[in-house]
């Protein structure tokens, strides 16, 4: 029997947007199993919005329907989590040139503290290629309108965060 192809999808999903989830239906078309891995630092929580077990939930909230995705947290080193769960194939997603130096240092760099590390770089839909959580975040705190860029269950949650 051939092995399953499964990747990690590892990143701060601060929260989910529309851009994550496009890339993450889109693995879905090579891979037998997705792992979205929302990564813990405990140095930066206090910058985060949504708390992790927050963010846990609003994805597998999102993606309930899909049994293929599993949704877990992780702490440390990616190589270290990505080998406890027997994945060397990691997804990130490339919006624009701008990405594109940090995702390939980090990728090398990585692939030094593992040799089988390998990264698959997903380009979004265009519409989601200005698209990040960051902007998501600011915007939602200045009272914007985020509802496209956002599916209507994190957009609750975000509406629920800028009134408290
Ligand atoms: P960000 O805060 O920039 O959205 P995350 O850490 O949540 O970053 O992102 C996790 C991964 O998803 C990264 O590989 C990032 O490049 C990718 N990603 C985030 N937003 C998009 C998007 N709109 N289109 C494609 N990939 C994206």
Redesign the pocket.
């Known amino acids: 029997m051939t092995k399953p192809r499964v990747a990690i999808?590892?990143?701060?999903?601060?929260p989910l947007?529309l851009?994550?989830e496009?890339?993450a239906r889109r693995c879905l078309h090579f891979l037998d199993r997705l792992i979205i891995a929302v990564a813990h630092h405990p140095t930066q929580e206090k910058d985060r919005l949504f708390s992790v077990d927050e963010r846990v939930e609003m994805i597998e909230e999102r993606f309930r329907d899909e049994s293929r995705i599993e949704v877990t947290e992780f702490s440390g080193l990616l190589v270290d989590f990505a080998k406890s769960r027997d994945a060397s194939l990691v997804i990130?997603?490339?919006?624009a040139v701008s990405?594109f130096e940090y995702?390939f240092q980090m990728a090398l760099m990585n692939r030094e503290l593992w040799p089988e590390f390998e990264v698959v770089f997903?380009?979004?839909a265009a519409d989601?290629?200005f698209?990040?959580?960051?902007l998501v975040r600011e915007i939602s705190g200045l009272g914007g309108d985020v509802s496209r860029f956002v599916s209507a269950s994190v957009l609750k949650r975000l509406q629920a965060r800028s009134r408290s």
């Open positions: 999808y590892p990143g701060s999903f601060d947007t851009g994550h496009d890339i990130r997603g490339l919006r990405d995702e997903m380009t979004p989601y290629t698209l990040s959580a960051s």
